[in-house]
């Protein structure tokens, strides 16, 4: 029997707060949102981790070993020996994201101070592939949570959780580590021998979780959905309606009204291209919508315009350009709102990508007005594109479509069974992007912009939104492609021409806004976005010298990308707040509840 050992020190912070203030299980927000509390304190352990007999270890589904150790930090003292303890290598998430590829480290052990109080300790370190860099990071990252007493129950929602916190191995320690490994064979051979085998069960299961996709296959087949495609289930509270708005050319566009009580301000959210409602009411962590009613916004509307995923127009060729959707989606959805919610409320719209740039085309040629606010991520007025987006945008329509004859390009081409439609795309592009094992995501990035990937930050999205980035965005025709290459080469948001002399739109979209009355705007951006990069930085500054009188601000977001600024899973600690702070000047749910 071969037993073999190791020593382990982590070390972070811990912050006490009430049980109540804990909702169980934990997710990495929570952890990331408590680091920022000013009661932490100082919290390590130094732990030895034993595997009795190696074999047997290795044929555990479990990877189970024990621990044995100490613990040092805040009121319970310093070097608390630690019993009962359980290390496990690798699991399955015990409450993490449901993904089958992902993996977790579970520590759990109790222990008591000289008080006579008892505590259990419970860790957990995710093993998962997002992006090249996070092995480094996964694998020395521990999210603790610890309870009052030994009866700690990791499956249910616990009342004695006291604290939790984020302890890491330093380099330091981690190479101290490495120096730790003991076995109790005899010979040097043996000793390096069962350090194989140790070796070997870790490797593996780390390559299961983060090879790159070249090596593997895809996460799901076309028809597996973490949630119902189209689901309005991440909405939590109120009431929830869908609308049926017909256009004056002759589609059906949907708005989903989400209510949780009558309110003279009223929010419009309007989705990029190809996208739909879905980017706002994301189920798997809090969303936009959920955050505008927990701050007072209590009428909140989405418009699933003739670029939204949820519709089929984007598969059929069409001559659809923004000049479309800024005359005849957004004047028609503020219109449909007016009537219900009546001709005095405030509409404030926040929007998004291409959603964005129509909207700014609609209100610079004077087809959307009244509007109390806007808040426009990415792109408005000014459009800029990286010198390959440029080349995609030049070339890439004319060959897919009058050369292959393809309607549209779509992340949802690498999932369709056997050689089908367009899926040398796909093989292309896995052929050059190794970053992650995510199919749509490569397609995404073959889709919009530039990087590896284009559209966000890999460490920015939750796991089950990069799993399910083949239902959030669907395919799309090359006719927005075309205006906004057009838009690109001239330096500034121009109509298509060929509605430009039937609906009196202006020559330049951005010349005319002298001629209208401009709501207050913010203009917003991630530092990375690799989509529109300083696209909304150069409009605020157009604007601000075309109209030096309009209240237009511009923020960009550290940290973040393009589409991450709302799909992110932790854009209610980092974006949102920006938002209701701009919102609440030019409101008055702060002073009327809504």
Same mark, same amino acid.
């Given at each position: ?59 555990? @589904? ?22 009962? +303890? ?37 860790? /957990? ?19 603790? &949570? ?37 076995? !109790? ?14 070796? %070997? ?6 390559? &299961? ?27 939590? =509270? ?11 050319? +002759? ?55 003739? +670029? ?5 127009? *984007?598969?059929?060729? *069409? ?8 005359? /005849? ?26 959603? %964005? ?49 393809? @309607? ?22 896995? =052929? ?6 995510? @199919?749509?995501?490569?397609?995404? =990035? ?86 529109? @990069?300083? !696209? ?12 030096? %009188? ?36 030019? =409101? ?7």
């Amino acid at each position: 029997m071969s037993q073999l050992s190791f020593t382990e020190r982590m070390a972070g912070h811990l912050s006490l707060q009430s049980a109540a203030s804990f909702p169980w299980p934990m997710n990495e927000a929570k952890y990331l949102e408590n680091e920022k509390s000013k009661e932490r304190f100082e919290f390590e352990f130094t732990l030895t981790i034993q595997i009795d007999d190696l074999d047997c270890f290795i044929q555990d @589904p479990n990877l189970k070993a024990k621990v044995f150790g100490s613990v040092s930090g805040g009121f319970f003292g310093q070097a608390v020996p630690v019993k009962d +303890g359980v290390f496990n290598l690798f699991v399955k998430p015990a409450f993490g994201a449901n993904l089958n590829d992902a993996k977790e480290m579970h520590y759990q052990f109790q222990f008591s101070i000289p008080d006579g109080r008892s505590f259990t300790l419970f860790g /957990y370190k995710e093993i998962l592939k997002e992006d090249g860099v996070d092995l480094w990071s996964q694998t020395t990252t521990l999210y603790v &949570a610890i309870a009052n007493g030994i009866d700690f129950d990791l499956q249910a929602h616990s009342q004695k959780l006291i604290a939790i916190g984020v302890l890491h191995i330093s380099p330091g320690d981690f190479m101290h580590q490495l120096t730790t490994f003991k076995s !109790s064979e005899t010979t040097e051979v043996q000793k390096l021998l069962a350090l194989e085998k140790f070796v %070997s069960v870790f490797a593996k299961n780390v390559w &299961a979780a983060m090879a790159p996709f070249l090596f593997t296959t895809t996460r799901l087949r076309w028809n597996e959905h973490f949630y119902p495609v189209n689901t309005l289930q991440g909405v939590t =509270s109120g009431e929830k309606a869908t609308h049926f708005l017909d256009t004056a050319d +002759g589609l059906t566009l949907q708005l989903h009204q989400f209510s949780t009580g009558e309110s003279q301000d009223v929010v419009l959210l309007l989705h990029g291209l190809t996208t739909s409602t879905d980017m706002f009411i994301m189920p798997e962590h809090q969303n936009l919508v959920n955050e505008l009613h927990r701050n007072g916004y209590q009428q909140v509307w989405s418009l699933d315009w003739r +670029g939204s995923g949820r519709l089929t127009y *984007n598969l059929n060729i *069409n001559g659809y350009t923004m000049d479309h959707v800024a005359l /005849y989606d957004i004047p028609a959805a503020l219109e449909f709102i007016r009537a219900k919610m009546g001709e005095s409320v405030r509409i404030h719209v926040i929007a998004h990508c291409v959603g %964005s740039l129509s909207l700014m085309c609609s209100i610079a040629a004077g087809k959307a007005k009244g509007i109390a606010s806007v808040i426009s991520n990415s792109v408005s007025l000014t459009p800029r594109v990286r010198w390959q987006s440029r080349l995609k945008g030049m070339f890439g329509p004319f060959i897919l479509q009058h050369i292959f004859g393809y @309607p549209y390009v779509s992340p949802r081409m690498p999932y369709m069974p056997g050689f089908r439609f367009g899926k040398w795309i796909y093989w292309m592009e896995r =052929s050059i992007r190794c970053e992650c094992k995510e @199919p749509a995501c490569h397609m995404v =990035s073959f889709m919009w912009g530039w990087g590896f990937p284009a559209a966000f930050e890999h460490k920015n999205l939750h796991p089950i939104t990069h799993r399910r980035l083949v239902d959030l965005f669907g395919g799309v025709s090359f006719e927005y492609y075309r205006h906004v290459n057009k838009m690109v080469a001239h330096g500034e948001a121009l109509p298509f021409n060929h509605l430009k002399e039937n609906f009196d739109l202006p020559a330049s979209y951005l010349q005319n806004i002298k001629n209208v009355e401009l709501p207050p705007m913010l203009l917003i951006s991630g530092d990375n976005n690799l989509i529109f @990069p300083n !696209s909304n930085k150069t409009s605020f500054e157009k604007m601000k010298e075309l109209v030096p %009188s309009a209240k237009v601000n511009y923020w960009e977001i550290p940290g973040y990308g393009h589409q991450d600024v709302f799909m992110g899973k932790n854009v209610h600690i980092d974006v949102f707040p920006k938002f209701f702070e701009f919102m609440d000047q030019f =409101s008055q749910v702060k002073k009327t509840g809504g």
